[in-house]
């Protein structure tokens, strides 16, 4: 089993900064993908960045030029750096990451994961 841990959340004023982090643990043979989405009240789960574990990143228009993902493939860690917070980036931030596992054997399996989730709340 895989286990992701999220820290960081909290509230912050408009225009101020957070830091996400996920680590992931248990049975890791390969972090893949790793990402950050969230989820506000009365809304769908959106992307919001991910990065592949050569390091190349992708965003959602929304956060770009704000939002900063980064990853440290010797920790299984995903970092998520989020500045000019404006109120609608309120929402419960999971962190997603595509793990392969090895099994005594020889054999592999490879699959998704969720952190729990963090809350951001950004006042106005």
């Known amino acids: 089993q895989v286990q992701l841990v999220e820290s960081g959340g909290g509230l912050v004023q408009a225009g101020g900064s957070l830091r996400l982090s996920c680590a992931a643990s248990?049975?890791?043979?390969?972090?893949?993908?790793m990402g950050w989405y969230r989820q506000a009240p009365g809304k769908q789960r959106e992307l919001v960045a991910t990065?592949?574990?050569?390091?190349?990143?992708a965003y959602v228009d929304s956060v770009k030029g704000r939002f900063a993902i980064s990853r440290d493939n010797a920790k299984n860690t995903v970092n998520l750096q989020m500045s000019s917070l404006k109120p609608e980036d309120t929402a419960v931030y999971y962190c997603?990451?595509?793990?392969?596992?090895?099994?005594?054997?020889?054999?592999?399996?490879?699959?998704?994961?969720w952190g729990q989730g963090t809350q951001v709340t950004v006042s106005s």
């Open positions: 248990g049975s890791i043979f390969n972090v893949n993908g």
């Open positions: 990065i592949t574990r050569g390091g190349t990143t």
């Open positions: 997603n990451a595509e793990v392969t596992s090895k099994y005594f054997g020889g054999t592999y399996s490879t699959s998704d994961y």
